[in-house]
């Protein structure tokens, strides 16, 4: 191995442990949330034996315990900080990620494998607030995330529209000339077709966009850049090839906040989720409620209910609040008309949304 | 001229470029920056002089053909998102040039005209190349070539299937050594008579001296170009390439306000 060889192998090592550092403290802020103490004198000793009983010859036992005490110090004031939990779906750096960032400016963000574990998470106190994305404007409702609203006893507090501005990103001094193939979610690769095409690159379908950058960070693949977030260069260590490489108008994604308390204030938007009886004009009829008292419709959707087919939730969100008094008459009113109506909760509406 | 199947007169009356706010071929189009991006700072304050000035669009290098292979040869794909920024900063439209065939279609996601430079007016597989893509190019006259092999590389890129080719000339080599070249300005009243394509004028390499810029910009107009593309740098003392040839925003400012009423006047005049 040449010098710059061994340096490039010692930075792509230096940037996991920190990585890695990153993963090891929003586990330990987790963690907090089944403790009643912070400290815990036993566990440590534990850990710290059991690592320097490891025969690592060049890193001593004296310097292990240097380093994991740091690490201990640290995680302790991190979960003394009370930050909240923000639990989002994909890896660090997905657009969920994006918009919790903007939701929740200090927050711990927290990665969930599925959506379903962000609503759990949140349900049973693990975590503190949930993000989550509910329309895209070019692909339409996010079913899953749909589906779970009907069932959760969770409010939404917030809401927020996310550009999805998608970036060309590649291990730090590739070649952009080089680079052959393109790694994403199928969704990304198919926003930036023309793209792809103009350059001649491949597309190659990944699970998840920033999965696709922290794939490329780690395994540091020939010829290859991944489509995904700006966030994800910061991340992962990547060079930003291009931003703005979606085609045409940029899409965004409209996520909400989801919390077991309801909003604290008033708001200036309301979600709610409602059935209606299998007989003529019955949705016609409460949306007439809603044209009669002026209240302006911002996003009404139908999604097939999976435990009665044939029959359809509807989702509505309206500007104002619940404790309008117009609005209270209203929801009195739908609630005689419809089956499982469901205030999700009224919260403050995003400009831009 | 025989095989100019495509630059020829017969098949277009005037080719119109629209770019921006303006159009090559309609209007009188000024181009103004750096000879070469050196960083986000110079690129960003001589765009927004130029801009208050009242130039249409920025020029400026990340890839420079130099003379020598120890000269600056430019930021690479660092300046190309130098001058995305300037862009977004001022809303002036971006002109680069060009000078590996690896990179067209790279340079094409950032700029808003490809330049081909007098070196590579005959580099055929660059022309192929640039035919290919869906933005306009800057072509400048080779320094040694006459304007039958000029038009001839327009025909490169026309065959290719990109109809936005801009001429540029840029001055061509004699025996005078006052000047760093020889201005052709009758090759602008020529061209009109043989294509359809616009034509602009780079004063600043044609004559390689500042006291001449102006007067050969306002022969320019006289002699109905479509537009001028003039080096600019906000600090000339401290540019890397071609220091002593570049305007100061002030004295291309002055230039602008002479340039416009003459513009004015000679689309005035009875034809």
């Known amino acids: 191995m040449k010098i710059d060889e061994i340096r490039s192998k010692i930075d792509k090592i230096d940037r996991e442990l920190l990585v890695l550092l990153q993963e090891r403290m929003g586990l330990a802020l987790r963690s907090k949330k089944f403790k009643t103490n912070i400290n815990d004198p036993a566990r440590e000793k534990d850990l710290l034996a059991r690592a320097e009983k490891l025969n690592l010859d060049l890193v001593e036992s004296s310097f292990t315990r240097q380093l994991l005490e740091t690490i201990i110090q640290e995680s302790k004031r991190l979960q003394e900080e009370d930050r909240m ?41 693990y975590l503190d607030l949930g993000v989550v994305p509910v329309e895209n404007s070019l692909e339409g409702a996010v079913t899953q995330v749909n ?59 990944f699970y998840d966009t920033a999965g696709a950058a922290k794939m490329l960070a780690r395994e540091h693949p020939k010829a290859a850049a991944a489509i995904a977030s700006s966030l994800c260069a910061e991340l992962y260590d990547l060079d930003v090839i291009k931003e703005g490489i979606e085609d045409g108008a940029s899409n965004s994604t409209r996520f909400l906040l989801l919390s077991r308390e309801p909003y604290a204030g008033k708001g200036d938007k309301t979600s ?45 969100d309206f500007e104002g609040s619940r404790q309008d008094h117009t609005i209270a008459q209203v929801m009195d009113e739908v609630q005689k008309l419809t089956i499982g109506l469901k205030c999700l909760g009224s919260y403050p509406a995003d400009p831009m949304a | ?22 159009a090559f071929g309609r209007d009188f189009v000024v181009i103004a920056g750096p000879c070469s991006v050196e960083s986000e700072r110079q690129t960003i304050e001589t765009a927004r002089a130029v801009k208050a000035a009242g130039a249409d669009m920025l020029r400026g290098g990340a890839f420079k053909p130099r003379t020598s292979p120890y000269s600056f040869q430019g930021l690479g ?13 001022t809303g002036l439209p971006i002109v680069t040039e060009v000078l590996d065939p690896r990179d067209v279609s790279w340079v094409a996601e950032f700029a808003d005209i490809l330049q081909i430079g007098t070196r590579n007016m005959q580099n055929f597989s660059l022309l192929k190349e640039v035919g290919k893509i869906q933005k306009p190019v800057l072509l400048k006259r080779g320094m040694f070539s006459t304007l039958e092999e000029w038009l001839n590389c327009a025909e ?30 009758s ?17 600043t390499h044609s004559t390689g001296r500042l006291s001449l810029i102006g007067p050969m910009s306002m022969a320019s107009v006289s002699a109905g170009a479509d537009g001028l593309l003039i080096e600019v740098h906000h600090n000339p003392g401290e540019a890397l390439c071609d220091a002593d040839q570049a305007l100061t925003p002030e004295r291309f400012e002055n230039l602008m306000q002479q340039l416009r009423p003459l513009r004015a006047f000679m689309n005035e005049m009875p034809d």
């Open chain 1, 85 to 125: 939990l923000v639990a989002f779906q994909g890896e660090h750096g997905a657009y969920g990620e994006v918009a919790s960032r903007k939701l929740v400016p200090a927050g711990a963000y927290i990665p969930c494998l599925e959506f379903v574990d962000v609503f759990r998470g949140v349900e049973e106190g």
């Open chain 1, 147 to 205: 589906d779970l609203l009907t069932t959760t006893d969770l409010n939404v507090t917030g809401e927020i529209k996310v550009l999805v501005n998608h970036s060309l990103l590649a291990t730090r001094g590739t070649d952009y000339r080089e680079i052959r193939m393109v790694y994403s979610h199928p969704q990304a690769l198919a926003q930036c077709r023309s793209f792809l095409l103009r350059n001649n690159l491949e597309p190659h379908p």
């Open chain 1, 272 to 316: 709610i989720i409602f059935a209606v009886p299998h007989e003529a004009g019955k949705l016609f009829d409460v949306l007439r409620l809603f044209a009669e008292a002026e209240i302006n419709l911002t996003r009404i959707a139908s999604m097939p209910l999976r435990s009665d087919p044939g029959n359809y939730s509807f989702f509505l």
């Open chain 2, 1 to 22: 001229m025989k095989n100019l199947k495509l630059a020829s007169l017969d098949t277009v009356q005037q080719t119109i470029i629209e770019v921006g706010e303006v």
């Open chain 2, 77 to 89: 794909l660092q300046g190309l998102k130098i001058l995305e920024k300037a862009k977004q900063e």
């Open chain 2, 156 to 185: 490169y890129i026309l065959s290719e299937g990109n109809p936005d080719v801009i001429l540029c000339e840029r001055g061509i080599r004699t025996f005078e050594n006052y000047t760093r070249n020889t201005l052709d300005l």
């Open chain 2, 187 to 203: 090759a602008v009243p020529a061209i009109k008579e043989l294509t359809h394509l616009p034509i602009v004028i780079d004063p």
